[in-house]
Every structure is written in structure tokens, then in C-alpha cells.
């Protein structure tokens, strides 16, 4: 069985400060791992993924994040956020046959 | 364009009436499966399906029906919907079992039980 922990329900900065979500994953066998957005009232949109090779993965939006497999850890940042980067966030972990596990989502608050 | 496409997005409807909500791909996904989404809970899975015909359960399956006889389409049946199932659905599809390449979600479906 495979569990998400995101540390944080709500991240409240501002204007171009930089960010970082947490996330934690367990699980016994090797793992796909994702950020998802979601903006109000949408669905959810891949931000970026890690599934093997460079530990450091870039996605859209200038959103990067680290695959720690010591720590287990999967961490989301951004240099610098802007006010339309309000959204949810959702780290996600595959176990590469087929369930995607969420956590349970972080509240980035992005304010002037 | 590719996507997932549910219907329908809001719906409300009294406890006890059967319903069914539909989701299309267009993307030739083998791979397709239903969420619920609740405040503080995040995402959790209903039921999925890894081809036609195969479908299983996920973490929350009860009160909830599923089928996959086309490729291309997954519905969600609600055959006696209760209050406790109010919540925002999703509908997710990919291109292969290990989900590689993520999920693509269709845009949700906000059900109320009354």
C-alpha cells in the first residue's frame, strides 16, 4: 500500500516571495510521483512529474520539485509566486501499476 | 481537442433516486477510473477500470456502480444516492495501466443528495 502526506492544508504568501509544498510518500516498491493544480472550481492539471533519472524535475509554470528517495520526500517550489498561483496543490504517488494515491492537498494563498 | 468530458457538471437530486454521471476520453486511454473529492480529504478513488470489461475497486466503492463496455466510456451509477454522497466527482483517464504519463481529469461533476 502506498500514502501521501502533504504537511501543509494551508500555505498563505505573498506576491513574489518564493514557495515550497511539502510531501511525503510511503511505500514498498518503487513509485512514479506528480504535483497536480487545481485552480477554482476546475479540474486538476499535471504540473509536473518524476519517474526516474534527474531528481530535480521543472514543470509548467516555473514550478520545479525534488525527488528525495532517502527522505521520501517529493517537495514543490517556485522562485518567486504570483497571485494567480492561488490554487490547490496535490502531490500524487503511482506504484507504476495503476492506482494514483492523493494527498490530501495544500492551500497556496498568494497574496499582495 | 484532448479530453475527458463528464457530464453532467452539477447536478442535484433526492435521496433514493437512481442517476448515472458519464465520462468519455477521446485519447484512446486504456486506463480510466472515478474520484470523489471532499474538503480535507483530497482525492479519493471509487472504482477504476484497466481495460473493457476489467474494473475494480477502489478505496471508497460503496454505493457506487461501474461499467466499461466501450473503450471510451466509464459511468458512474448511483443506484440509491444518499446525502453522504454529495461531493465533487472526477472522472481521470490514462494511456496505460502504470500511469506514467499522469492522469487527464475531466472537469468534475458536483452531485447533491438532498
Known amino acids: 500500500a502506498q500514502s501521501v502526506t502533504q504537511l501543509d492544508s494551508q500555505v498563505p504568501v505573498f506576491e513574489e516571495a518564493p514557495v515550497e509544498l511539502r510531501c511525503n510518500y510511503s511505500?514498498?516498491?518503487?513509485?512514479?510521483l506528480f504535483w497536480y493544480v487545481q485552480y477554482p472550481n476546475q479540474g486538476l492539471q499535471l504540473l509536473l512529474k518524476y519517474l526516474s533519472g534527474s531528481t530535480l524535475v521543472k514543470g509548467i509554470n516555473g514550478f520545479e520539485a525534488e525527488f528525495n528517495k532517502s527522505q521520501t520526500s517529493f517537495h514543490l517550489r517556485k522562485p518567486s509566486v504570483h497571485i494567480s498561483d492561488t490554487a490547490e496543490y496535490f502531490c500524487a504517488v503511482s506504484d507504476r501499476i495503476g492506482t494514483l494515491t492523493f494527498g490530501k492537498g495544500t492551500m497556496l494563498l498568494v497574496s499582495p | 481537442e484532448a479530453q475527458v468530458t463528464q457530464n453532467p457538471r452539477y447536478l442535484i437530486t433526492v435521496t433514493g433516486k437512481k442517476l448515472t454521471v458519464t465520462c468519455s476520453q477521446n485519447?484512446?486511454?486504456?486506463?480510466m477510473s472515478w474520484y470523489r473529492q471532499d474538503p480535507g480529504l483530497g482525492l479519493r478513488q471509487i472504482y477504476y477500470?484497466?481495460?473493457?470489461?476489467?474494473?475494480d475497486k477502489g478505496d471508497v466503492p460503496e454505493g457506487y456502480k461501474v461499467s466499461r463496455k466501450e473503450k471510451r466510456n466509464f459511468p458512474l451509477i448511483l443506484e440509491s444516492p444518499s446525502p453522504n454522497q454529495t461531493s465533487l466527482y472526477f472522472c481521470?483517464?490514462?494511456?496505460?495501466?502504470?500511469?506514467?504519463?499522469?492522469?487527464?481529469f475531466g472537469s468534475g461533476t458536483r452531485l447533491t443528495v438532498v
Open positions: 511505500s514498498s516498491v518503487s513509485v512514479y
Open positions: 477500470s484497466m481495460n473493457v470489461e476489467v474494473t
Open positions: 481521470a483517464s490514462s494511456l496505460s495501466v502504470g500511469a506514467s504519463g499522469g492522469y487527464t
Open positions: 485519447m484512446n486511454h486504456e486506463y
